[in-house]
């Protein structure tokens, strides 16, 4: 019995020993309802504190409204030139606005612009209702959006963030939603504007100064965005993303009590995120990986490129065993079409699988006739 209690004891001492001390739960205590720090290019929580907690999201609810307005654009459904007359509900917003009147019109690129510097409500809604019909249409196309984001605390109930008890979402949410919009490379241009000013009313005869409610883009070096909230019932809130060389972190605050606490507790975790990780590219998107033999296609071979960017996130000063290994098909019968699957590039770190990235066609291949069958193999014959 006595060695039974023995082991016991040092089993319980060993696992003590051995917890998890990469996440900084607990230790940097900040001051907010719920928060999270994550990892931009791997999507790794470094930090988190309630961050499934369901909250009002007040103007944060604009990443989402943003992101479809990128969508909408890439897509070619609208165009940043496309002239939007603005409606009466979209005018009688309250809360940050623009005061835009009833029956003006405004570009999409300005609307866009508004909604990103300003928080405009009312440039929200114009927008919302240009791409989806109505307001409410548009609200089914947030929800259906953050569903196929995997956003699972989250309801939006308005385009805006205007208090609604439907409407909420979670810090975790916030960093995924945001995470997406950062991939549009156009949107960056308004989140990081600190100062621009709008012609407004039927006669465009109003300026309205758009100063970004991010202090962060001017403070904070690296600062790539986000977007800020605050309503009585929400708090102050923030989701702030930043990069320096490889790493791009993205950190969250939901529900401080001032504005103040909300940047400077937003600060803290980002110097916490440089402090401590590296971010390592182990490949870019296209990177040429390998070739595989084509049958009956115009050509021999494919080149096999990498699907999306691979990055590690790892602590400072620990660069780890990292090892990939590339596996290909023997051969693919012709026609190929551009971005085939034709293999995958496995990464891992001490023998532990970290990665695993499609390797695709990067070109489209025809199926050979009988003409190029038999001139390859004419070229064949007289190469040896």
């Not at 940043?80 to 917003?93: C, F, K, P, T, Y």
Request: aromatic share 6%; with cysteine; net charge negative.
């Amino acid at each position: 019995m006595k060695k039974i209690l023995f082991w016991i004891m040092i089993i319980s001492i060993l696992c003590l020993s051995i917890t998890p001390t990469s996440f900084a739960e607990g230790e940097l205590n900040i001051k907010a309802k719920s928060a999270i720090l994550m990892d931009y290019n791997t999507k790794k929580v470094i930090y988190e504190q309630n961050a499934n907690e369901k909250v009002a999201p007040a103007s944060i609810t604009k990443i989402m409204t943003l992101l479809l307005a990128m969508e909408a654009l890439e897509s070619g459904k609208i165009t940043l030139n496309d002239e939007v007359r603005i409606s009466a509900h979209a005018a009688g917003m309250g809360g940050s606005q623009l005061w835009l009147e009833e029956g003006e019109i405004q570009r999409v690129e300005d609307l866009i612009k508004a909604v990103a510097i300003r928080s405009a409500n009312d440039a929200s809604v114009a927008l919302a209702e240009h791409i989806a019909g109505s307001e409410e249409l548009f609200v089914k196309m947030m929800n259906d959006r953050a569903k196929e984001l995997g956003m699972n605390n989250t309801n939006f109930a308005n385009a805006s963030g205007l208090p609604n008890e439907n409407h909420y979402t979670s810090a975790y949410d916030v960093a995924i939603m945001s995470a997406e919009l950062l991939k549009h490379e156009k949107i960056h241009k308004w989140l990081t504007t600190y100062m621009d000013e709008m012609l407004v009313g039927k006669k465009k005869d109003k300026v309205q100064s758009l100063v970004n409610t991010n202090r962060l883009i001017k403070e904070y070096e690296g600062t790539t965005g986000i977007k800020t909230g605050s309503t009585s019932e929400a708090g102050h809130c923030l989701s702030a993303s930043a990069k320096r060389n490889n790493l791009h972190l993205i950190a969250v605050v939901m529900g401080s009590d001032t504005s103040k606490i909300r940047f400077d507790e937003t600060m803290r975790l980002l110097d916490y995120g440089f402090a401590n990780y590296d971010s390592v590219a182990v490949g870019r998107k296209g990177d040429i990986i390998g070739k595989v033999n084509v049958y009956k296609g115009k050509t021999d071979f494919v080149e096999a490129v990498l699907e999306r960017d691979s990055f590690l996130l790892l602590p400072k000063g620990d660069s780890g065993n990292i090892t990939k290994e590339i596996v290909l098909l023997d051969f693919v019968e012709g026609p190929i079409e551009e971005g085939q699957e034709l293999g995958k590039l496995i990464i891992k770190i001490d023998e532990v699988e970290v990665d695993s990235v499609k390797l695709v066609s990067n070109t489209s291949i025809e199926k050979a006739s009988f003409k190029d069958t038999l001139l390859k193999t004419i070229k064949k014959f007289i190469l040896g």
